[in-house]
């Protein structure tokens, strides 16, 4: 019966550690889609493909539920502004949602946030917002653009790029890293003490 229960609680502290070392980017099928015809078009014009940033990604799915009841005549207001380093100020609460996904503010001044509203979210209305609007595809053009990720809800979807400078990563806020190694640490050390009992 002990070591029944000790074979459960290595389980338990196994199943643990693979959820917290295992942070996959999901994404529905629109989104593939999108992502897929965003780094397709990329690549016609000599560009490296994005990658996907997981942080980013959050953000995204976040922004698209903020704006998610919008109508689509709201979109021209999310616009990134103009000025440099102003970032994307006009979308709702977004300070609420950079912290929600444990970003460090100051990792997002170089990325820019990109919504668009397309009915039922067809992929290839949503990729041609993206690929041929002049003022979305002068942020795919830029080669300063290195990953992404992608959102969407209802009609809405959100595009967020980031660079690869320390401005624009969209890198984890400092007590976030703290915490997850401390977690991280606290986990391994408990599969081990379990591990050790287990095998006595």
């Known amino acids: 019966m002990v070591d029944a229960f000790k074979l459960c609680i290595f ?8 959820l917290v070392f295992s942070n996959p980017v999901l994404c529905s099928d ?6 897929k015809g965003i780094n397709s078009y990329r690549q016609t014009r000599s560009l490296v493909p994005l990658s996907q940033v997981s942080k980013a990604t959050c953000l995204a799915d976040e922004v698209a539920e903020e704006i998610e009841k919008m109508p689509c005549e709201n979109v ?10 102003s970032g994307n100020l006009k979308i ?18 170089d990325g820019v946030i ?14 041609s917002n993206y690929t041929h609007s002049d003022r979305y595809a002068q942020f795919l053009n830029n080669s300063k653009y290195t ?4 959102g969407s809800e209802d009609d809405w979807m959100v595009l967020v790029l980031t660079t690869n400078t320390t401005t ?6 400092a007590t976030s890293v703290r915490a997850y190694a401390a977690s991280v640490d606290f986990l391994l050390f408990v599969s081990l ?3 050790i009992n287990y095998l006595d």
């Open 11 to 18: 389980l338990l502290a196994s199943i643990c550690a693979f």
């Open 30 to 35: 629109k989104e593939d889609s999108v992502f």
């Open 76 to 85: 021209n207001q999310y616009y990134p502004s103009s000025v440099p380093g």
């Open 92 to 109: 709702p609460n977004l300070q609420k949602h950079i912290n929600k996904c444990d970003i460090n503010f100051n990792t997002t001044t």
């Open 114 to 127: 990109l919504p668009v509203c397309v009915s039922k979210l067809e992929p290839t209305i949503v990729l």
């Open 147 to 150: 990953g992404a990720g992608l």
């Open 168 to 173: 624009g990563s969209f890198s984890a806020a």
């Open 193 to 195: 003490f379990v591990l």
